[in-house]
């Protein structure tokens, strides 16, 4: 079975600080596609940002990149210049199959202080 | 705004009861997923529709169903309601649905309480 494992509950950082989350992920697939989704205290799903597997250049979307190590199936997500507004949960999620369907990570929990 | 509905956000009910969870997906989307999250489970795929059609099929009980019609809204019909069920229910809808590129956009969620 497919798993993605984030192994850190919660994360704690300081406003325009940076803070980096963990995911690893388990497939014996060659094509892949991994996401990080944000879910504020609304409880919307909020697409951060993808990864194609095939690519080697790490993703970034603004503040947001990722740290994907392929060989070692590790898929990190970087906040830079933390704002309050990052605080939310946020998931790890792999696609690997050909219907599309997202396996998810439990989630960390990001806390922004002031 | 994500541009895929659900209705309704909240709904309380007893056990034993049946409920139906609307989802209207992103204009010009062709695949529906419905995922669950609960505290004890986290964020689980349940099924997948694509024009219509059945695609695959998750950790799905046999007391939940579903179904996209030629409009392409999809229905999640949950029955003999447990307390297990409470969960917040997620649609979303994606292009195509494969192992692709495309993105799937969710909605807001349907918050499902059973007393």
């Known amino acids: 079975a497919q798993t993605v494992t984030q192994s850190q509950p919660e994360m704690s950082v300081q406003e325009a600080e940076t803070v980096t989350l963990s995911c690893t992920y388990d497939?014996?697939?060659?094509?892949?596609?991994l996401f990080w989704y944000k879910q504020p205290p609304s409880r919307q799903m909020i697409l951060v940002i993808r990864?194609?597997?095939?690519?080697?250049q790490n993703a970034t979307e603004n503040r947001f990149s990722v740290n994907f190590q392929k060989a070692a199936k590790s898929f990190s997500l970087k906040i830079s210049d933390s704002q309050l507004g990052d605080a939310a949960m946020y998931f790890c999620?792999?696609?690997?199959?050909?219907?599309?369907?997202?396996?998810f990570g439990a989630g960390t929990q990001v806390v922004v202080t002031p | 705004d994500s541009g895929v509905t659900q209705t309704p956000k909240h709904l309380i009910t007893a056990t034993g009861q049946r409920v139906t969870l609307r989802c209207s997906p992103r204009?010009?989307?062709?695949?529906v997923y419905w995922y669950q999250q609960s505290l004890d489970q986290g964020l689980q795929f349940l099924i997948q529709?694509?024009?219509?059609?059945?695609?695959a099929k998750g950790n799905i009980l046999e007391r939940f169903s579903a179904q996209q019609f030629p409009d392409l809204h999809s229905e999640l019909n949950l029955s003999s309601l447990e307390l297990g069920d409470s969960a917040l229910y997620f649609c979303?809808?994606?292009?195509?649905?494969?192992?692709?590129?495309?993105?799937?956009?969710f909605g807001p969620g349907t918050r499902l309480t059973v007393l």
């Open positions: 204009s010009g989307d062709l695949s």
């Open positions: 497939t014996s697939e060659s094509d892949y596609y």
């Open positions: 979303a809808s994606s292009l195509e649905g494969g192992l692709g590129a495309d993105t799937q956009y």
């Open positions: 990864q194609e597997a095939y690519k080697q």
């Open positions: 999620a792999s696609k690997t199959d050909s219907w599309g369907k997202l396996q």
């Open positions: 529709y694509y024009n219509g059609e059945e695609r």
